[in-house]
């Protein structure tokens, strides 16, 4: 069974790998100075809130289920396969015709690329997002059964110590499965909402707007002094007339309170927001069929190097206008680009693939029922 798109939530999707695509490809960071580093910082601050609300559209939408499909997990595992094979596509061909104006990969450098995105794609370190989302999706059997038996006072109490310890000290202290833990932790969220919090009126999606400005704001300031160490000792300097920027303590307690406090705080009201905002619209659910190809294709650095070494318009730091313009101009042109590669899949190649699929899920069940029957 296919989940169900509400154009809601698929705008979410679009604005939050946009977002992604934008903190991937910059040419600034949190460290530039002036605006451009406080510009980074909001797509930066949305794109993690969105991220998480990835996983609480999972748990929203598949948390009454007992299982994933086989066909789903297929499915993301052909993407995949058909994001590298355009990949090294894209790449030959601009090497070839001298398009490829990016200075040369090294020989190290192909052999990495192989080898993290070839052969062990779901577990490239560049890929950690699709590692965590197969764990969790191979979790739901398990998982599943056990928040669908849980009333409202446990699911509160399990929220509390998934947020506190699974997900909390986890992320502060940089456990092997902290993003494990985050996918755990935010895809609870998404079951809650789905059997206790599934209410949907003007009033919720207003005071959600509201709270969600004013810790969004927060939240913003927050990773901008985590990020910027010179801007944290002015502000430090300006508010408390001492510089205490320097100091591990309050560098941990901006970290905590960014990463762990409002940040998830900004994720679960971004979620009410466009839960509450009830539409549909065929070319954004389209657009968003494609986004897990966008994050596929942007970071696979044969066909990021290939697109980004198309000359395109740009302005000198100096004139951060016209900068962030021709910068918000190359992001939408990755995404757009990224999103065409895989509408070609999907338009051409997704119906004989998922014949394809579908016999092969066959097969293997009957070799396995008749394996059965014979032991």
Same mark, same amino acid.
Not at 22 to 45: D, I, V
Not at 278 to 298: D, E, P, R
Not at 333 to 349: E, K, N, P, Y
């Given at each position: 069974?296919?989940?169900?798109?509400?154009?809601?939530?698929?705008?979410?999707?679009?604005?939050?790998?946009?977002?992604?695509?934008?903190?991937?490809?910059?040419?600034?960071?949190?460290?530039?100075?002036?605006?451009?580093?406080? #510009?980074?910082?909001?797509?930066?601050?949305?794109?993690?809130?969105?991220?998480?609300?990835?996983?609480?559209?999972?748990?929203?939408?598949?948390?009454?289920?007992?299982?994933?499909?086989?066909?789903?997990?297929?499915?993301?595992?052909?993407?995949?396969?058909?994001?590298?094979?355009?990949?090294?596509?894209?790449?030959?061909l601009f090497k070839i015709s001298g398009l490829y104006s990016s200075q040369g990969i090294t020989t190290m450098q192909?052999?990495?690329?192989?080898?993290?995105?070839?052969?062990?794609?779901?577990?490239? =370190?560049?890929?950690?997002?699709?590692?965590?989302?197969?764990?969790?999706?191979?979790?739901?059997?398990?998982?599943?059964?056990?928040?669908?038996?849980?009333?409202?006072?446990?699911?509160?109490?399990?929220?509390?110590?998934?947020?506190?310890?699974?997900?909390?000290f986890s992320f502060v202290f940089h456990y092997r499965y902290t993003h494990l833990q985050r996918a755990v932790f935010?895809?609870?969220?998404?079951?809650?909402?789905?059997?206790?919090?599934?209410?949907?009126?003007?009033?919720?999606?207003?005071?959600?707007?509201?709270?969600?400005?004013?810790?969004?704001?927060?939240?913003?300031?927050?990773?901008?002094?985590?990020?910027?160490?010179?801007?944290?000792?002015?502000?430090?300097?300006?508010?408390?007339?001492?510089?205490?920027?320097?100091?591990?303590?309050?560098?941990?307690?901006?970290?905590?309170?960014?990463?762990?406090?409002?940040?998830?705080?900004?994720?679960?009201?971004?979620?009410?927001? #466009?839960?509450?905002?009830?539409?549909?619209?065929?070319?954004?659910?389209?657009?968003?069929?494609?986004?897990?190809? =966008?994050?596929?294709?942007?970071?696979?650095?044969?066909?990021?190097?290939?697109?980004?070494?198309?000359?395109?318009?740009?302005?000198?730091?100096?004139?951060?206008?016209?900068?962030?313009?021709?910068?918000?101009?190359?992001?939408?042109?990755?995404?757009?680009?990224?999103?065409?590669?895989?509408?070609?899949?999907?338009?051409l190649l997704k119906n004989k693939i998922d014949s394809l699929t579908n016999k092969g899920i066959a097969i293997i069940?009957?070799?396995?029922?008749?394996?059965?029957?014979?032991?």
């Amino acid at each position: 069974m296919e989940i169900k798109r509400n154009s809601n939530f698929e705008l979410l999707r679009i604005i939050t790998m946009l977002c992604v695509v934008a903190t991937h490809t910059c040419a600034f960071t949190f460290e530039t100075p002036g605006f451009l580093g406080k #510009f980074y910082t909001y797509y930066y601050t949305f794109g993690l809130a969105g991220l998480n609300s990835f996983f609480m559209m999972s748990g929203y939408f598949m948390g009454n289920r007992p299982a994933v499909s086989k066909k789903k997990i297929i499915s993301m595992f052909v993407q995949i396969i058909y994001c590298q094979i355009i990949s090294l596509i894209v790449y030959v061909l601009f090497k070839i015709s001298g398009l490829y104006s990016s200075q040369g990969i090294t020989t190290m450098q192909i052999f990495g690329i192989v080898v993290r995105f070839y052969i062990v794609p779901i577990t490239s =370190v560049v890929y950690w997002y699709i590692t965590v989302y197969m764990l969790l999706l191979a979790l739901i059997p398990v998982i599943n059964p056990f928040l669908q038996k849980l009333n409202l006072k446990g699911f509160i109490i399990l929220l509390l110590i998934e947020g506190l310890i699974w997900y909390g000290f986890s992320f502060v202290f940089h456990y092997r499965y902290t993003h494990l833990q985050r996918a755990v932790f935010f895809y609870t969220l998404g079951v809650f909402f789905r059997f206790y919090a599934n209410e949907k009126s003007l009033k919720r999606l207003l005071c959600s707007i509201g709270l969600f400005a004013v810790c969004y704001a927060i939240s913003v300031t927050l990773f901008y002094l985590f990020h910027n160490e010179q801007a944290r000792s002015e502000f430090f300097i300006k508010y408390l007339h001492k510089d205490i920027g320097g100091s591990q303590y309050v560098d941990m307690m901006l970290h905590y309170a960014a990463y762990i406090i409002f940040s998830p705080i900004c994720s679960i009201l971004l979620f009410e927001i #466009f839960k509450n905002i009830t539409f549909s619209c065929n070319i954004i659910n389209v657009i968003s069929a494609t986004t897990f190809s =966008v994050y596929l294709l942007h970071c696979q650095p044969l066909f990021n190097s290939s697109i980004k070494s198309i000359k395109l318009p740009s302005a000198p730091l100096s004139e951060p206008g016209k900068h962030i313009a021709f910068e918000i101009l190359s992001w939408v042109l990755m995404f757009a680009i990224c999103s065409a590669v895989d509408l070609i899949r999907i338009t051409l190649l997704k119906n004989k693939i998922d014949s394809l699929t579908n016999k092969g899920i066959a097969i293997i069940k009957e070799k396995f029922y008749r394996t059965a029957e014979i032991q």
